[in-house]
């Protein structure tokens, strides 16, 4: 089954005191490109994350964010050297202006700067088992849309080459006449022109037979057919098959375009164009394929 590189996948995750939201998108890319976007302090993850990601998936550019909704490690921190220049300018002007009594505590509670609210860093023990789990669940939604979209796309290429089997068909049906035609125009010509030419010398066989070797289209038809089938077998394998699926269309544009210089007929070329039309279809859609 195909698999495509484009979808998205979500989590909350948490325990006791800490929650977070975990958000994954994956859009097509020649190879596996992770992006992460953590919040503070959890950089010494990422490998552990990435980990996660290289395990289901081998192309994509998959991005994966985390947003701390609850974490309940917070810590008030107390900023003392800048508390005591308040506490000396607040003497010098208690002495300036002769103020009895002491200086209340309270005055430092609205000065910015002193008093901190912050947060211990993360604990690997405390949070990864939890944000692990979540991150698996965003990951396996991930997998199940990019399986659901491959899915979409495994019938549109199975659809455009049974159009190419079908113009192929047709093909095979116009080749022998167009290289009759061709055969039987080079004779009528040559006898047009020379008028006493025995059209059983050796000579004239072994150029006519060369001839109808240039407009054979035979060999090239075995090989399109081949790589048809090659490429109908792909879309049933697993796995990363994006690149092969691409490399098989190229061949089969090779065939088509070479086919359609030989024969030089109307009934091969139409054929031909519903061919490359199919082509161009399949080679647009199989760059989202994994």
């Known amino acids: 089954m195909l698999q495509s590189m484009t979808g998205y996948g979500y989590c909350r995750t948490g325990k006791e005191g800490v929650s977070f939201f975990i958000e994954i998108k994956s859009l097509n890319s020649k190879f596996l490109d992770i992006f992460l976007k953590l919040p503070e302090g959890m950089t010494f993850l990422e490998d552990r994350i990435k980990e996660v990601i290289q395990q289901k998936f081998d192309r994509g550019r998959i991005s994966l964010s985390i947003i701390e909704e609850q974490y309940s490690g917070k810590v008030l921190s107390v900023d003392i050297a800048q508390a005591r220049k308040y506490h000396n300018a607040f003497k010098k002007l208690k002495e300036k202006l002769d103020i009895?009594?002491?200086?209340?505590?309270?005055?430092?509670?609205?000065?910015?700067?002193?008093?901190?609210?912050?947060?211990?860093?993360?604990?690997?023990?405390?949070?990864?088992?939890?944000?692990?789990?979540?991150?698996?669940?965003?990951?396996?939604?991930?997998?199940?849309?990019?399986?659901?979209?491959?899915?979409?796309?495994?019938?549109?290429?199975?659809?455009?080459?049974?159009?190419?089997?079908?113009?192929?068909?047709k093909i095979e049906e116009h080749a022998p006449e167009a290289v009759k035609f061709h055969k039987e125009k080079l004779e009528h010509t040559?006898?047009?022109?020379?008028?006493?030419?025995?059209?059983?010398?050796?000579?004239?066989?072994?150029?006519?037979?060369?001839?109808?070797?240039?407009?054979?289209?035979?060999?090239?038809?075995?090989?399109?057919?081949?790589?048809?089938?090659s490429f109908l077998g792909t879309l049933e394998l697993s796995g990363s098959v994006g690149r092969r699926l691409d490399f098989i269309a190229q061949e089969m544009s090779r065939e088509i375009n070479t086919l359609s210089s030989k024969a030089n007929s109307y009934a091969v070329s139409s054929q031909s164009v519903l061919v490359k039309e199919e082509l161009e279809k399949i080679r647009e859609q199989v760059q989202n394929v994994e």
Not at 139 to 164: T, Y
Not at 203 to 210: F, M, P
């Open 100 to 169: 009895s009594g002491e200086i209340d505590i309270g005055l430092f509670r609205d000065i910015p700067h002193i008093f901190r609210t912050g947060k211990e860093g993360y604990s690997l023990s405390v949070i990864w088992p939890a944000l692990k789990k979540g991150i698996e669940k965003a990951v396996l939604m991930l997998e199940v849309s990019r399986n659901k979209e491959g899915r979409k796309i495994q019938r549109a290429l199975a659809k455009h080459a049974a159009g190419i089997s079908a113009a192929v068909l």
């Open 190 to 229: 040559l006898k047009e022109f020379l008028p006493e030419l025995n059209l059983n010398s050796p000579r004239l066989v072994e150029e006519l037979t060369l001839f109808a070797s240039r407009v054979d289209i035979s060999e090239e038809m075995m090989r399109l057919k081949a790589h048809l089938q």
